[in-house]
């Protein structure tokens, strides 16, 4: 045991109020307030295991309550793969303590030492039949206190939930189709809005004819503010065919130019910059270098591309405002609401409801405002807004695009000496409520503008943005990782999953392939050969044993492998990729190991791992968001397309269970991995390195003519 | 404006309505019944499938005049909380979604393919589901959940 005076997890330090947390109601259920929010990765149902643990009740008993600025606590945004590990362990720790204070108050009233009463399913027993019940002392016990350090979680050997696949709580009601997402949500009398958004980048408002629009039967309003505008109308056919009378009549002023998609690197490398040193290592006894090697890779614009458009419903009340959002931030969204409807904080609500999955920082937000902004002509109604599919797809923000050199110095050996990694990106992260000035997309667009944000990165004591994952994980002896942050933003881009780590560990996992094939060495020893890190290793022997690593040389099917652990602090995954490769290639099957440290739930684990590991491929083979000199062109699944059930590889995951060691997100961990096992198959299979995402027919032979 | 019929989820139905409003929105925001989900709008993602006589059809850009007298199947009519299809029950099983918002869509396709093959292989599944979009990744397990399906229903 630690000497160290005990602490509160952050959640928990930040949001002290034991009653934030858990509350028993009446009627035999139990109350868990997270302040995560569902986002399709399972995470309302881990957190009720763990409450149910903690407690000893049914999971039945659990009720989940949705993120609210009204009540719930403030846990800042669902991302990063950090919800098991802040509202896991504060929800654990809160429930602990609220487990304690029970067993004090029955131990009194039922005149017994609290260590010969038991907890089951609610009910605390002593000996000779005395029992009373969480609910039964409820009315008894304030938990409007703060939480204490000290309250000791079970230990592991003691929880009947964590370490279990309980099923899903949200499941049965999407398989049966009850209304269970924003898009679903009817309020009464709500009216319905879309927004009109210009198709050339950044193009401003200047005429817009509205009778046409006004002529449509259910219409109630046009709004518009500098270059926002709108309409509501009582139905969505009816906003749906106002918004196009109001498209057909607008006229725009000259947008801002984009740069070349088929030249970022040049773009990247060319605009004014911030750089960063973020890490360096020098040899105490320098080896001789004997050469140098460099390569520089690149990944393209990504779009989230959810399956849904993103969506909110706004209610004004006077100068007050209920906002409903599938954003990831129910309180950071209300700082920049408040920013632009230039109204305090309190005066507004943001309360969570689902939406579609959710990848990182999307256009739920920017709808949430043109919703607050649309509705504020609707005469006190709600007013669900809905965007349109190429909107979605071209307006929200994207992942960045990424030119990373690798420099390598080797010794007469072909063993690395020193290591350079430099990184060219735009910020990863534009997220609202962080900054002075609002993060929301139509608080651009009105006539008093605020500035657009510029992204910037999350420093690296968070993982960093663009640098995640840059600082290698191998023990060469020496390096220099540098970033370079632009000062310029053309295309907008806010965070996508991993952040730049799937570009770093692309460029990483690739370049050491080239140096593994160079030596003639396999390459998962010669990856073995720089980790020390014994949790590393683990996962890389487990794939390899998994995946019967080096399966015999087959013409037309190549084998590579990608490690990394997330962020160099969260999640171990290893990857094997088994592709087919002639001038298309097809992923036949990723084989995956995978350390969370303890799991909570198994099943949610591998199911976020296997979804990591699908996406990642898709973004490997298919994905780029395209554009011309004006305007985003890939504005539909056409456009943009993404991977199909037929060319969907096989995938198999090994999961690493270690209960002892804290629980750490699974949603990022496999796409970096993954995305450098089938760029390094790919150099198995047909000799050649490409090393310009994504993966094509084209960019494989222009890989080729370069030779 | 002329009545539209035709039998939703078993039931006749009589819509009144202009003729050339898509199926979904009708069965969203007319008839109440919002498991059909909005994905694209030009029948490029499958969210919004739901079965028109025999077949799994994008109901987005299918007008209301072209399914008068057809029968229409839902999520909704697929099966209930108390009598869930047996690929509700799948699905279930195989905890085969992450967001599951496409999933209604899917299940229309696949419930489409189990009437006009029994017992499809692996790659007649992910045949019948690839006009289905799905962004989280769950495919392999969805196309599970279908096969288990099936097993269920030849057993049964």
Redesign the interface.
């Known amino acids: 045991m630690s000497n160290a005076t005990p602490q509160l997890p952050v959640s928990l330090a930040a949001n002290p109020k034991l009653s934030s947390w858990v509350k028993f109601a009446p009627d035999g259920e139990v109350a868990i307030s997270p302040g995560k929010v569902e986002i399709g990765q399972g995470i309302v149902t881990a957190l009720a295991q763990i409450a149910a643990d903690e407690l000893d009740v049914d999971i039945g008993r659990i009720r989940m309550v949705r993120a609210s600025t009204a009540s719930s606590p403030n846990e800042g945004v669902t991302s990063g793969s950090l919800s098991i590990q802040q509202s896991g362990r504060a929800i654990r720790q809160a429930c602990a303590e609220v487990r304690r204070i029970f067993l004090g108050i029955a131990s009194d009233r039922l005149g017994v030492d609290p260590t010969a009463l038991t907890i089951e399913d609610g009910t605390i027993s002593g000996p000779g039949n005395i029992s009373t019940s969480y609910w039964e002392l409820a009315e008894e016990v304030s938990l409007d206190r703060d939480a204490t350090p000290g309250a000791e979680p079970k230990p592991v050997a003691q929880r009947a939930l964590a370490g279990r696949s309980v099923e899903r709580l949200d499941i049965p009601d999407k398989v049966l189709g009850k209304p269970r997402f924003i898009h679903d949500t009817a309020l009464s009398s709500m009216l319905h809005g879309r927004v009109l958004r210009p198709e050339r980048s950044r193009a401003k408002l200047d005429g817009l004819t509205e009778d046409v629009a006004r002529a449509v039967p259910g219409f109630v309003a046009v709004i518009r503010d500098g270059s926002f505008a709108g309409v509501v109308c009582e139905t969505e056919a009816a906003a749906e065919a106002a918004i196009a009378a109001l498209r057909k009549s607008a006229t725009w002023l000259a947008g801002e130019a984009l740069p070349d998609e088929n030249n970022l690197a040049a773009f990247l490398k060319a605009q004014p910059v911030e750089s960063t040193v973020v890490g360096t290592r020098t040899s105490p006894n320098p080896r001789r270098k004997a050469r140098t090697i460099r390569s520089q890779f690149t990944r393209p614009y990504i779009a989230h591309a959810s399956i849904a458009p993103s969506c909110a419903i706004a209610q004004w009340n006077g100068d007050r405002v209920h906002v409903w959002t599938h954003s990831q931030g129910v309180y950071l969204l209300r700082t920049d609401l408040a920013l632009v409807l230039k109204i305090p904080v309190d005066h507004i609500t943001v309360e969570h409801l689902e939406g579609a999955g959710c990848y990182g920082h999307n256009a739920a937000d920017d709808v949430a405002l043109d919703a607050a902004l649309l509705a504020k002509a609707a005469g006190g109604k709600p007013v669900r807004v809905q965007w349109s599919r190429a909107d979605e797809m071209t307006h929200g923000p994207f992942g960045a695009a990424m030119a990373i050199e690798i420099e390598a110095d080797l010794d007469a050996d072909n063993e690395i000496v020193a290591w350079r990694h430099t990184i060219w990106s735009n910020g990863h992260a534009a997220r609202p409520g962080r900054a002075s000035q609002p993060a929301l997309l139509a608080g651009f667009e009105l006539e008093h503008p605020f500035p657009r944000t510029i992204s910037s990165n999350p420093p690296q004591a968070n993982g960093g943005g663009a640098d995640r994952n840059s600082i290698p994980l191998y023990d060469f002896p020496s390096w220099t990782i540098e970033s370079h942050r632009l000062l310029t933003m053309p295309v907008r881009t806010s965070a996508l999953r991993t952040l730049g780590a799937q570009g770093n560990v692309f460029a990483i996992e690739s370049f050491l392939d080239e140096i593994a094939a160079e030596r003639g060495e396999d390459p998962l020893i010669f990856r073995l050969r720089h980790l020390s890190d014994e949790r590393a290793r683990d996962v890389i022997r487990s794939v390899a044993k998994r995946a019967n690593w080096k399966p015999a040389a087959k013409a037309g099917t190549g084998y590579g492998v990608g490690f990394a652990r997330y962020k160099n602090t969260g999640a171990y995954c290893a990857a094997i990729a088994e592709i087919e490769g002639d001038e298309d290639i097809r992923v036949r099957k990723l084989t995956l190991a995978v350390d969370v440290g303890e799991a909570i739930n198994p099943d949610g684990v591998i199911n976020q791992i296997e979804g990591g590991a699908i996406q990642a491929t898709s973004w490997v083979l298919k994905e780029r968001v395209r554009f011309d000199s004006e305007r985003i062109t890939s504005n539909s699944w056409t456009d943009y397309p993404i991977l199909r059930f037929s060319e969907v590889p096989r995938v198999d995951v090994e999961l690493i269970q270690r209960s002892e060691t804290d629980p750490v997100g699974a949603g990022e961990a496999a796409h970096a991995p993954v995305t450098a096992a089938i760029a390094n198959a790919v150099f198995d299979c047909l000799g050649v390195r490409v090393r310009d995402l994504p993966i094509t027919r084209d960019s494989l032979l222009a890989a080729m003519e370069r030779g | 404006m002329p009545v539209i019929r035709f039998r939703l989820n078993g039931v006749a139905t009589e819509v009144d309505a ?1 003729p050339n ?1 898509s199926l979904l ?1 009708i069965l ?2 007319r008839l ?11 029948g ?2 499958g ?1 919004c499938h739901v079965i028109v006589g025999e077949h799994a059809v994008s109901s987005c850009d299918t007008p209301l005049w072209s399914v008068a007298d057809k029968d229409i199947t ?3 009519g ?4 108390e009598r ?1 299809h047996p ?2 029950r799948a ?2 099983a195989e ?1 085969a ?8 869509g899917i ?1 229309m396709s696949a419930a489409a393919l189990l009437k006009r093959n029994a017992r499809p292989t692996e790659d007649d ?3 019948a ?2 006009r ?12 599970r959940a279908v096969l288990r399906a099936a097993e269920d229903m030849a057993s049964s």
């Open positions: 202009d409003r929105d969203r925001s109440g019944l919002t498991g059909t989900h909005f994905g694209c709008g030009s490029e993602c969210a839902t999520v909704e697929l099966g209930s909380a869930p690929l509700q699905f279930i905890q979604l992450q967001c599951g918002y496409c999933v209604p299940l599944v992910r045949a589901l690839d289905n979009l799905c962004r989280c990744g769950s495919h392999n397990r969805m196309v």
